[in-house]
Structures are given as structure tokens and as C-alpha cells.
């Protein structure tokens, strides 16, 4: 089995990398619906569900990767820098107190 392309690519890298691939398969040929991309993100993770569900590990983790590729093309897409979103997010996170002060 060939090695991926994916591997040791930085966050950014791979938002490139998967934008680079829906483009060329058609999907950014107009103006991409949000909502509807978001909805897809989504629709990956009720799948990943139905994997956990039905102890189907291997769909699972397909499923829990298309929704990152489906993330990571969209913020190639509109040029979000997800990688420093996420570390300032990070930032933030740390600072919370123990369950953001939630009594659960």
C-alpha cells in the first residue's frame, strides 16, 4: 500500500490538500452554500454515529475523516487560518476554570 500524501502535512497543509481535491472533482466550479457545507460536515458525523453504533470501527474512523476533510476543504475554501483559529481557541480554553464553572 502507497504511503498517503497526507502524511506529516501541517493543518494548513491539509485544508490546502483537501480544497486542491474538491475543486478538481467539480465542487467549488460557483459559489459554495455554507449552510450546505456545514450540513455535510454534519451528515459525516451522523455516519461516524451509525459506525459507533453498529461497533463498525473501520467506518467509524472513514467517517470521523470525512468530516475533518470536509472542514479542512471548506477553510481552504473561504482562506480561514484553522490552525491559528484553533490555537488561539486553545488559548482561550486553557484559561477557563475546571468545566468552564459548570456544576454537572
Not at 52 to 61: A, G, S, V
Request: proline share 1%; glycine share 8%.
Amino acid at each position: 500500500m502507497q504511503e498517503a500524501q497526507t502524511k506529516g502535512r501541517t493543518i494548513s497543509e491539509l485544508c490546502e490538500y483537501c480544497h486542491s481535491i474538491a475543486v478538481e472533482k467539480g465542487f467549488w466550479e460557483k459559489e459554495r452554500n455554507i449552510g450546505e457545507a456545514l450540513m455535510l460536515v454534519v451528515t459525516e458525523i451522523a455516519e461516524a454515529m451509525e459506525g459507533y453504533r453498529h461497533q463498525d470501527n473501520d467506518n467509524f474512523r472513514e467517517e470521523i475523516a470525512d468530516a475533518f476533510i470536509r472542514l479542512f476543504d471548506l477553510c481552504g475554501g473561504l482562506k480561514i487560518d484553522i490552525e491559528g483559529e484553533i490555537n488561539k481557541k486553545c488559548d482561550i480554553n486553557k484559561k477557563r476554570p475546571y468545566k468552564h464553572g459548570k456544576i454537572c
